[in-house]
Structures are given as structure tokens and as C-alpha cells.
């Protein structure tokens, strides 16, 4: 069977994330040209988005129909702070290249030799490497995407298994000490595994739940501010823009902030609080295209 045959789509098309406090954001629209949205996201040094203000990009996106320029494809490949959708990036690009008569496919490869020379994850620049060698084999695609998949699918059962103990946390039916506990297992234990963007999603509605107890939220903030720089920076960042956040929490926030970073990373902090609240800003005026 053919790499481009339905049953690559569907392995690795799993159920769009959905969180048990609702559906997954959708796009209100992208921008008209997402490469050069996602070479911005690149500069800024943060996460891919379908647009600014959107919700962050995850794998599916990358073969859903979601994202299907090449150009912003490759982008992507280059630039992404996550793992898991750089990887992805490389799949379609490399199953492009295996449809092109060998005697035609001098782009592809130039191409995948930037890729392997500039990308920021070591991951996509391992997997452009290993498509090179194999001249774009429909069988190194296939292994690719098995490995991709089985790095991601138990990471999202892990994920979904952790938003059964949210329910227990919002029916008082476990400890806060315990859900801290599982909090910090889940965390541990889908690290560089699920899409950034699902895992964002999940701590942004615990941040945004009435129904998560402020002492949770805040026991919640602190772990996240001993996260890396990137991952602190996009959480902490989301939590100050939010518009339903609670007022005590995000006075919380700025006081831990101020006692544990630098001059320069609050400055940091401020600037891609205010650009996310421009966006919001931006999103809500009525017909408004995403530029």
C-alpha cells in the first residue's frame, strides 16, 4: 500500500483533543500568508499559531487539511518550538518529494538540507537527515510517521486519563495535595511527547476554571513558573492575558514573577502579554480577517 494511501491519514489523524471544560478553539480565520506568520512566531520566539491569537498548531494540523501550503509546511519545520510539530512537518514535505520523479526531485532535496542545517528542533533535523539518505523511500516515510505516532498516542491517553482527574478535582472527590501530585506526573510524563498546544490548552482552562480552587490554581502557577524559559514564558503569558482569569491569581502571578525573574525576562513577559492582548484586541473587532 501506497505511503499517500488513506491508512497513513487515518493513523495519524487520531480525535482532535477535546478538553472535559469544552471543545477545542477553532481558527477565525488565518493569516493570507501563514509562512510568514509562522517565520513571525519563529522571530518571537514562540510556539506556531494558526494565527495570531489562535490557538497554538498541533500535529493533526500538519495532515487534516488545516495547514497545506508547502511554504508555511516547511516553515514550520524550520522554526517550531514543539517538537512533535516539527517532526510532523517533515512527513507531508517528504511524502511531496516521494511523488516527484527522481530526476526532478533537486529541490527537495536542497530543501531538506536547509531543513537539516537550520531547523531549531533536533528532531526534524534528524528526520530530514534520514530522508535524504533514503532518497525520500516511501517505507522511511511509514517508519517515520510509526515512530511520530507511537511517541504521541500513549502521550494523549496519558492526557485524557489526566482530565478524568480534573473531573474528581471539580466534584471534591480527590485532594488538592493528590491532584498536585498527579499534575506534576502527567507533566512529567508527557514532556516533549504530546503536542505543546494540547498541553497549553489544558493548563490555560485550569488556570480560567471557577470550578478549580484558588489554592489548586496557585500551587498550579508555582510549578509552572520552575518550567523552562519557552514553556514559563507561553503559560504565564496566557494566564496574564486571559480575560477570565481571576483577579487574585493573576495578582499572584506578577508577585511571584517579579521575586523570581531577571529585569530582562519580565520585560519579556510584559511585551508578549501586551502583543497576546493586542491580538485579543484585534480578534474581537467585528469582520475583522486575521492579518
Known amino acids: 500500500m501506497g505511503v499517500g494511501a488513506r491508512p497513513f491519514v487515518i493513523y495519524f489523524s487520531p480525535l482532535a483533543p477535546e478538553s472535559r471544560f469544552g471543545s477545542n478553539v477553532g481558527m477565525n480565520g488565518s493569516p493570507p500568508d501563514l509562512a510568514a506568520h509562522f517565520m513571525e512566531c519563529g522571530t518571537l520566539n514562540t510556539n506556531l499559531t494558526l494565527a495570531p491569537g489562535e490557538r497554538m498548531v498541533i500535529t493533526d494540523d500538519l495532515f487534516n487539511g488545516t495547514v497545506t501550503d508547502l511554504a ?33 526531485r533537486a529541490k527537495y ?32 516515510i511509514r517508519d517515520l510517521v510509526q515512530e511520530l505516532g507511537g511517541t504521541i498516542q500513549p502521550a494523549r491517553l496519558r492526557y485524557r486519563a489526566f482530565l478524568d482527574v480534573v473531573k474528581l478535582l471539580t466534584e471534591k472527590k480527590i485532594s488538592e495535595p493528590m491532584f498536585l501530585d498527579e499534575f506534576l506526573d502527567f507533566t512529567r510524563t508527557v514532556a516533549g511527547k504530546l503536542d505543546f498546544g494540547i498541553y497549553s490548552m489544558c493548563v490555560d482552562r485550569l488556570f480560567a ?24 514564558k507561553e503559560l504565564a503569558t496566557n494566564l496574564l492575558a486571559a480575560p477570565g482569569a481571576r483577579p487574585e491569581l493573576v495578582a499572584q502571578a506578577r508577585h511571584e514573577m517579579a521575586g523570581l525573574m531577571s529585569r530582562d525576562q519580565l520585560t519579556e513577559i510584559v511585551l508578549f502579554t501586551t502583543l497576546k492582548l493586542t491580538w485579543a484586541a484585534q480578534r474581537a473587532i467585528p469582520g475583522r480577517v486575521a492579518a
Not at 508555582?222 to 514559563?232: C, D, I, N, T
Open 209 to 232: 476554571s471557577r470550578r478549580i480552587p484558588l489554592p489548586v490554581q496557585v500551587s498550579l502557577l508555582k510549578e509552572v513558573l520552575k518550567f523552562p524559559p519557552l514553556v514559563r
Open 109 to 140: 532535496e536542497k530543501l531538506f538540507a536547509l531543513i537539516e542545517d537550520t531547523a531549531f528542533d533536533v528532531g526534524a533535523r534528524e528526520s530530514a537527515e534520514a530522508l535524504i539518505h533514503s532518497r525520500f523511500r516511501e517505507g522511511q
Open 72 to 104: 508555511a509546511i516547511t516553515m514550520a519545520a524550520v522554526v517550531a518550538r514543539d517538537g512533535m510539530v516539527a517532526r510532523a512537518a517533515i512527513l507531508p514535505l517528504g511524502l511531496a518529494a516521494s511523488r516527484v520523479e527522481r530526476g526532478n
